[in-house]
Structures are given as structure tokens and as C-alpha cells.
């Protein structure tokens, strides 16, 4: 019988739907991202679904023919649509795990538990 296979290093668990994510690697960052915990690497094949998809957060670059985060998410519907784009980037080129980011404030009402 098969062993299972080990858990990639490079996943990130999203907890909006409990299940195991491939990301971007920081070391691969692009330039153009501006400072933050999300990024696109150099691994983007310029497909479109990002900027499709989240349009407040990723813009295309065209001298390079790739997409970029031009502003870090910040609203619920923002963080959402921002996790759409990377869970069905075709090549994992986005990420939100850049370590040289300071984390940034999640909004209240999406850490807030009722009273």
C-alpha cells in the first residue's frame, strides 16, 4: 500500500474553507508589489485571473507582461476576492506569507467574536 505523501512545506491553510493552499515563494517576490504580506512572484504567466478577480488588489505590469499586488488588501471583501485569485492562480504565483512583511491590521469585524 501506498505511503501518503508528505505535506508540501509551501501550503498555507486557509480557514475560510479548511483546506491546504500552494503559495508563491518570497525568495521569488516581484519588485513591483508593493510592501505588504501579499505578493506575486516571477512564476505569474500573466494569465488574467488574478486582475479578474480581484481588481482593488492586483494590476498588470506591461513591460513585463505580469500582474503585481499594487495595494494590500484590507476590507473582508477585499481579503476574500485577494484569496480567490490565489487559490486559483494556475501556476501558485501569489502569496500572503511574505516574511519581510510587518503584518498588517485585519479588520475588526473579521476578528471580532459576538459577545
Known amino acids: 500500500m501506498a505511503r501518503p ?3 508540501n512545506p509551501r501550503s498555507a491553510h486557509c480557514e475560510n474553507n479548511s483546506k491546504h493552499l500552494n503559495m508563491a515563494e518570497p525568495s521569488q517576490r516581484l519588485p513591483q508589489n508593493v ?3 501579499w505578493y506575486v512572484d516571477s ?4 494569465c488574467d485571473l ?3 478577480t480581484a481588481p482593488s488588489v492586483f494590476r498588470r505590469d506591461e513591460e513585463n507582461g505580469s500582474s503585481y499586488v499594487f495595494h494590500q488588501p484590507e476590507t473582508e471583501e477585499e481579503i476574500r476576492q485577494a484569496l480567490e485569485a490565489l487559490t486559483g492562480c494556475p501556476v501558485e504565483a501569489i502569496g500572503n506569507d511574505n516574511p519581510v512583511a ?3 491590521e485585519t479588520p475588526a ?3 471580532s467574536t459576538p459577545a
Open 102 to 104: 510587518s503584518p498588517v
Open 109 to 111: 469585524s473579521a476578528t
Open 35 to 37: 510592501p505588504g504580506l
Open 43 to 46: 512564476n505569474c504567466i500573466d
Open 5 to 7: 505523501a508528505a505535506p
Open 50 to 52: 488574478c486582475r479578474e
